[in-house]
């Protein structure tokens, strides 16, 4: 697989936040050496992301890139990003959503942190908020709600998150071919599945590879209106812990868990109930009796409670499904 680095963009409706994105791949600083392409996927857009990527970058005339815009039909980030994957042309594939404006440097440090150290699986950078205006009042207090800051966990808990992040092309590739499927399909206009970065970071560490951020690697993460609203905040949680569920094969690998996968769904799914119940006893007691008002904590609690109970039982075939899959490809590698 040749060296560079294929810059993979999914965008879904997102005609309005490609132009300030594309502009700031324009101006990236890259030396002549160092090969690059910026690839676009239009996930089943209903809007001019296709022409408005091709027109924006078209303005620009940057010469010695290759730009493509790709289709992808299917609604899920997983699934633009998996065609991105296999379009792209070289090994390094760096991940920027459609609002986020990486800092002009931000191809080659990354193309160099990872071409220098061959056991660097996924790559992180350091988010900057970038509100529009007029920001919300809750945004300073809901901060780690939102793609932001130094990714300090990344060595311990072995993840980073999707956006800005670099990962090895002919790692995935390799495992497509021996069937590996991801559990998380990403965010759709109706559902905020999320994960699908996670899950990619755990499956590489699964393979012996670490996951790193590095704080020279800044973009800015800009957060539109409609994103600034505890309403917001209140659907996010609630399928951020739907999405976590998701995660439970990987972690039980992870953490050497040896009980088998029913059995700690069960025990999770337990868990979760207890909570709800003991949250909305809570909840009465306090509106009832006290005739105090639910917390802003109190109501995020309990969609994370409804979040992952639901999940718990929706996709617990799923699970189970996916669990003797990851066993099988894990157990391969390791004869």
Not at 92 to 105: A, E, G, I, K, R
Not at 111 to 118: A, C, F, R, W
Request: net charge neutral.
């Amino acid at each position: 697989m040749e060296a560079g680095v294929s810059i993979i963009i999914c965008s879904f409706n997102g005609a309005e936040r490609l132009p300030e994105t594309i502009r700031h791949l324009a101006t990236q600083s890259v030396p002549a050496d160092i090969a690059w392409e910026i690839l676009v996927i239009d996930n089943a857009s209903t809007d001019a992301t296709a022409l408005m990527a091709k027109t924006e970058w078209e303005k620009h005339q940057v010469t010695g890139v290759n730009f493509r815009v790709l289709q992808e039909d299917e609604p899920g980030k997983s699934f633009a990003w998996e065609t991105g994957l296999k379009a792209a042309r070289y090994e390094y594939l760096l991940t920027c959503d459609d609002d986020n404006y990486l800092s002009p440097h931000y191809v080659a440090t990354s193309y160099n942190i990872m071409h220098g150290d061959d056991t660097i699986g996924v790559l992180g950078g350091c988010g900057i908020i970038l509100p529009e205006e007029p920001v919300w009042d809750g945004l300073t207090t809901y901060r780690s709600s939102y793609i932001a800051g130094t990714q300090h966990w990344a060595p311990t808990q072995h993840w980073v998150y999707g956006a800005g992040s670099t990962c090895r092309r002919t790692v995935l590739l390799r495992l497509f071919e021996m069937g590996w499927q991801q559990i998380t399909g990403g965010r759709t206009n109706v559902k905020l599945i999320c994960g699908e970065d996670v899950e990619l970071c755990f499956i590489y560490y699964l393979q012996g590879y670490k996951i790193c951020a590095d704080d020279r690697l800044t973009f800015d993460h800009f957060i539109p209106l409609k994103r600034q609203s505890f309403a917001f905040l209140l659907n996010l949680e609630y399928w951020i812990s739907y999405s976590y569920v998701l995660m439970n094969n990987y972690l039980m690998q992870i953490e050497s868990d040896q009980r088998s996968v029913k059995k700690k769904l069960n025990s999770w799914l337990i868990f979760n109930l207890k909570g709800l119940i003991r949250l909305l006893g809570q909840i009465i007691k306090q509106t009832i009796l006290k005739r105090e008002q639910i917390t802003q904590a109190q109501r995020l609690a309990l969609q994370s409670c409804l979040g992952a109970i639901a999940s718990l039982i929706q996709n617990r075939k799923k699970i189970i499904r996916h669990a003797a899959m990851l066993k099988r490809i894990l157990g391969a590698q390791a004869n």
